[in-house]
């Protein structure tokens, strides 16, 4: 009983305050929206206020990461790739670290020159395009292999996984494949 009660009393409170804010002028004030004395102390109708303009503009869109730029990039990364060839076999994990395009001596990676490499050449693979959007895919199936690629390129944060569950999802597996560590389907 008392739960409603204080429920009761928030909405009450709520509606008064919400009230209590005029639509009209946007500065949050409250406003009367009777009858308002003049200085002769006589009483006159108050004006309409005018609609709120910021209801009838949408919101702006919700801005999309960054991502990384395509075409070629400084070659700076530092990356843990993680890459799960099916659900019954272990994960295989890779460091790759680049500075200018080159493997730094910190990298567990089989083809580290080449990954480096790629990653100068175009970084944008590993920001897939087809990702939460509404693009066509064709229904294939690829494999069961998985692959996540977090760490930083070229100043930017990354934080993708890659799956070949669909057309797309190969697509972009293929572009990633010498940075992923693999070739194809196998890992």
């Not at 890659?162 to 196998?186: D, H, M, P, V, Y």
């Amino acid at each position: 009983m008392r739960k409603l009660l204080i429920q009761v009393l928030a909405v009450a409170v709520s509606a008064g305050l919400m009230s209590a804010c005029s639509a009209g002028t946007g500065s949050g004030q409250p406003t009367s929206s009777g009858p308002s004395a003049t200085a002769s102390g006589t009483s006159t109708p108050s004006a309409t206020p005018a609609p709120d303009t910021e209801t009838s503009v949408p919101a702006p869109a919700p801005s999309a990461p960054s991502g990384l730029p395509a075409g070629p990039g400084a070659g700076n990364a530092e990356l843990s790739i993680m890459v799960k060839p099916s659900d019954t076999e272990p994960a295989v994990n890779y460091t790759l670290v680049c500075q200018g395009g080159v493997p730094s001596a910190e990298s567990k990676h089989p083809a580290a020159d080449a990954a480096c490499t790629a990653l100068k050449d175009n970084a944008s693979v590993l920001s897939p395009s087809t990702k939460n959007t509404a693009q066509a895919c064709t229904e294939q199936y690829g494999g069961p292999q998985k692959a996540t690629v977090t760490g930083i390129v070229d100043g930017t944060p990354v934080d993708v996984i890659f799956a070949r569950t669909n057309g797309c999802e190969i697509s972009a597996w293929n572009a990633a494949q010498t940075i992923l560590g693999s070739s194809g389907g196998a890992a």
